[in-house]
């Protein structure tokens, strides 16, 4: 069986494989157009969903907003 090469379309690559929880995830298509999601799973089913890199360009971990606790 022939691996998938980088410069494929369908070439999907993880550079951590820490706890991604904490972050939301841009996902960008090649036309520039972005959606921005809370889960890492459903950012990767819309990579997988739509086109695995023919449409989708990249898909950018955001650090989460850190919610305000108590008074201002």
Known sequence: MELIQPEDPQYFTETSDGDYGRH???????????????????????WWTRGRGKYISHIEVLDRKQQSKGFK
């Open 24 to 46: 939301q995830y841009k996902v960008v298509s090649k036309t520039g157009e972005s959606i921005v999601v809370d889960d890492y799973m459903l950012a990767q089913e819309i």
